[in-house]
């Protein structure tokens, strides 16, 4: 049996892969590659189902306290006009989602101290008594009470991507903050009873195989309910501007293999794999994927919300998103799911 037939059976057999396992897989080519996206395509289905999760996201501040040097709403980008939402403008744009049958709704900025936890929590029981939808918030690394608050309040999950496993890649990238600080508000989220996920990038200047292995042992090792993997793409008013995105290919390999070893997680099929290339989202469906992101952020300040350059989603109205993703959906043969989306081990079982 030859390395990459061997590392597979590892993780099919439902074993704990090793480091070399996971390179493995991810060095495939051609027909292993083939074979890997097929094995991530029949674990999803077994474990997860072949319904899509969709989401409904509102992006409500583009100011960020941080200095990460691959995003555009770094602290220092003089060039980005900001803006905030008010309650009365995220409210409006939870009951859209709502009546249009969403039934999550993702809350997501960032890091901007002026929303306060008490704030935060007082919008999160808003929108729980009026709508009674999923929440989820992304609002990186905050105060372990505001975390508890949030929860208390009626948050259902958390993402918090730890971007990279390796620490000095994270010192370098992201100044000011360590992994392992971010760590620790992962492990709270986890004891404060939250669906909490994690998350990477693929192709960040630096980063090698390895350490893309260590990622997917990362979100193993920390049980990760949800899991973001999307490409580094440079955003030209940053310090990594003139470096080269993340492939397409190795995006998917990174995915595939998360799904392998994540096997009941939920994956998105992410707006920047969208963004890389046309049919990135379809191609992610395929390879063990089974949510996507719509977005809800109202259109007038969406260009100001810019992580990346170029965001597939910028222009679309949701309406006519909603549309285009059922479309490819049915063209997939993949029904909209139409329950909450929690992660299986807060639903009562697995989904087959």
Same mark, same amino acid.
Not at 8 to 26: E, F, N
Not at 110 to 117: A, H, I, K, R, W
Not at 126 to 146: C, F, M, N, P, Y
């Given at each position: 049996?030859?390395?990459?037939?061997?590392?597979?059976?590892?993780?099919?057999?439902?074993?704990?892969?090793? =480091?070399? !396992?996971?390179?493995?897989?991810? #060095? @495939?080519?051609?027909?292993? +590659? &083939?074979?890997? %996206? /097929?094995?991530?395509?029949?674990?999803?289905?077994?474990?997860?189902?072949?319904?899509?999760?969709?989401?409904?996201?509102?992006?409500?501040?583009?100011?960020?306290?941080?200095?990460?040097?691959?995003?555009?709403?770094?602290?220092?980008?003089?060039?980005?006009?900001?803006? =905030?939402? !008010?309650?009365?403008?995220?409210? #409006? @744009?939870?009951?859209?989602? +709502? &009546?249009?049958? %969403? /039934?999550?709704?993702?809350?997501?900025?960032?890091?901007?101290?002026?929303?306060?936890?008490?704030?935060?929590?007082?919008?999160?029981?808003?929108?729980?008594?009026?709508?009674?939808?999923?929440?989820?918030?992304?609002?990186?690394?905050?105060?372990?009470?505001?975390?508890?608050?949030?929860?208390?309040?009626?948050?259902?999950?958390?993402?918090?991507?730890?971007?990279?496993?390796?620490?000095?890649?994270?010192?370098?990238?992201?100044?000011?903050?360590?992994?392992?600080?971010?760590?620790?508000?992962?492990?709270?989220?986890?004891?404060?009873?939250?669906?909490?996920?994690?998350?990477?990038?693929?192709?960040?200047?630096?980063?090698?195989?390895?350490?893309?292995?260590?990622?997917?042992?990362?979100?193993?090792?920390?049980?990760?309910?949800?899991?973001?993997?999307?490409?580094?793409?440079?955003?030209?008013?940053?310090?990594?501007?003139?470096?080269?995105?993340?492939?397409?290919?190795?995006?998917?390999?990174?995915?595939?293999?998360?799904?392998?070893?994540?096997?009941?997680?939920?994956?998105?099929?992410?707006?920047?794999?969208?963004?890389?290339?046309?049919?990135?989202?379809?191609?992610?469906?395929?390879?063990?994927?089974?949510?996507?992101?719509?977005?809800?952020?109202?259109?007038?300040?969406?260009?100001?919300?810019?992580?990346?350059?170029?965001?597939?989603?910028?222009?679309?109205?949701?309406?006519?998103?909603?549309?285009?993703?059922?479309?490819?959906?049915?063209?997939?043969?993949?029904?909209?799911?139409?329950?909450?989306?929690?992660?299986?081990?807060?639903?009562?079982?697995?989904?087959?």
């Amino acid at each position: 049996m030859d390395r990459f037939s061997a590392a597979l059976k590892v993780v099919l057999d439902g074993k704990k892969p090793g =480091r070399q !396992d996971i390179v493995t897989l991810l #060095s @495939a080519r051609g027909s292993q +590659a &083939a074979a890997l %996206f /097929r094995a991530a395509g029949r674990v999803r289905r077994a474990k997860v189902g072949d319904a899509v999760h969709l989401r409904a996201i509102i992006e409500f501040s583009s100011h960020c306290r941080n200095n990460c040097l691959y995003c555009g709403l770094r602290r220092d980008n003089r060039r980005l006009p900001r803006y =905030r939402l !008010d309650e009365g403008e995220i409210m #409006s @744009a939870v009951d859209k989602a +709502a &009546a249009m049958g %969403f /039934r999550t709704v993702v809350l997501q900025s960032g890091e901007d101290p002026l929303y306060s936890g008490p704030y935060i929590a007082g919008l999160v029981e808003k929108i729980k008594r009026r709508r009674g939808v999923a929440v989820t918030l992304s609002l990186g690394q905050r105060s372990r009470e505001d975390y508890r608050i949030w929860r208390e309040a009626g948050a259902d999950r958390y993402l918090l991507k730890h971007e990279t496993s390796d620490e000095e890649l994270f010192r370098c990238l992201k100044p000011g903050s360590s992994l392992q600080a971010r760590l620790e508000c992962l492990h709270w989220l986890k004891e404060l009873g939250y669906q909490a996920g994690s998350g990477n990038m693929v192709g960040l200047p630096g980063q090698s195989l390895d350490s893309l292995a260590g990622d997917i042992l990362l979100m193993r090792e920390l049980e990760t309910d949800m899991a973001g993997i999307g490409p580094f793409l440079p955003h030209p008013d940053t310090p990594l501007k003139e470096a080269a995105a993340g492939s397409l290919e190795l995006t998917l390999k990174t995915l595939a293999v998360a799904r392998l070893c994540l096997p009941r997680a939920h994956l998105p099929a992410t707006t920047a794999l969208g963004t890389l290339a046309p049919g990135g989202r379809k191609a992610a469906l395929t390879c063990g994927a089974n949510v996507i992101m719509v977005n809800f952020t109202p259109p007038e300040v969406r260009d100001r919300y810019l992580i990346y350059p170029q965001k597939a989603d910028i222009t679309d109205e949701p309406r006519r998103a909603l549309e285009n993703v059922k479309a490819l959906l049915a063209g997939l043969a993949r029904p909209v799911a139409r329950d909450y989306g929690h992660a299986i081990k807060f639903s009562g079982g697995d989904c087959t």
